[in-house]
């Protein structure tokens, strides 16, 4: 049987992935024939609804993806976990009041009270029964900290039961310590290495962000496994704009 994308991440390999922030089947099929090991399809900051999400994870085919939420609010993580993603991202997680109100909308019981509806994560029906006896095991549901204060709290987070592994926003966590986009900055680097001991001291898989490659490959030396590198938009962006320089110098 194939490992589920929450089994590949407690195996703490480093999973390299993209975002998918353009709203088009088309780029989640190219990326997913890519290479990549995951998708991070991103909710919260490309324009795009749930429908869309449905479609973009229709494209992916067996590529893992993962879909960030735009808020905390049930009904959006409850419509989008039963679109069926791989897992769910979860933005700015600052509180352990916050993380426990999320895994209770995330988790079926015993360790949550998710809503059980009927969608195309159930297989519209047709594998109901499987989806929710395996779903807790087999979906996986990553916090996000990206603002001092769940620095701050990042102890007692880390420790609430199911949570399945720690994404950190360098970015909005830079904009938090008021140095936006000074992701490398020696204070939000202490930020980001605070969070990062935390989860692997309660033993769980931590992901981060970088721009580019050149800004994630000393993250999987430091033990990041869940990379997400680059954004759809600027890797278009930038093939096209190297290919106008290299055909206009010459
Ligand atoms: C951030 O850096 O704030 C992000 O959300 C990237 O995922
Ligand atoms: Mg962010």
Redesign the pocket.
């Known amino acids: 049987m194939n490992r589920s994308f929450r089994q590949l991440l407690r195996a703490q390999k480093p999973l390299i992935g993209t975002f998918l922030s353009l709203a088009s089947p088309e780029a989640a099929e190219i990326i997913a024939l890519s290479g990549v090991d995951w998708i991070f399809m991103d909710m919260e900051h490309g324009a795009f609804g749930i429908l869309e999400v449905q479609r973009l994870l229709q494209a992916a085919g067996n590529c893992p993806a993962v879909v960030r939420v735009p808020s905390h609010d049930e009904v959006w993580i409850k419509k989008v976990m039963d679109t069926g993603p791989d897992g769910v991202l979860i ?1 700015h997680v600052n509180t352990p009041e916050q993380t426990r109100r999320i895994i209770r909308c995330c988790k079926y019981p015993p360790l949550g009270q998710r809503d059980v509806g009927i969608a195309r994560a159930q297989g519209y029906g047709a594998t109901f029964q499987n989806y929710i006896e395996n779903a807790n095991d087999q979906m996986a549901v990553i916090i ?1 900290i ?1 603002h001092i204060d769940g620095v701050r709290n990042i102890d007692e987070i880390v420790r609430i039961p199911g949570v399945d592994a720690v994404f950190i ?5 830079s904009g938090s310590m008021n140095k936006p986009g000074q992701v490398r900055d020696a204070e939000v680097e202490t930020a980001v290495e605070t969070v990062r001991q935390s989860a692997a001291d309660a033993g769980l898989p931590v992901g981060i ?1 970088g721009v580019n490659a050149d800004a994630v490959r000393s993250r999987i030396a430091e033990g990041y496994t869940l990379i ?1 590198c680059g954004i759809d938009a600027m890797l278009l962006g930038e093939a096209v704009s190297s290919m106008v320089k290299s055909l206009k110098s010459t």
Not at 169 to 173: E, W
């Open positions: 933005p996000q990206e926003g360098p970015y909005d966590l962000f997400a």
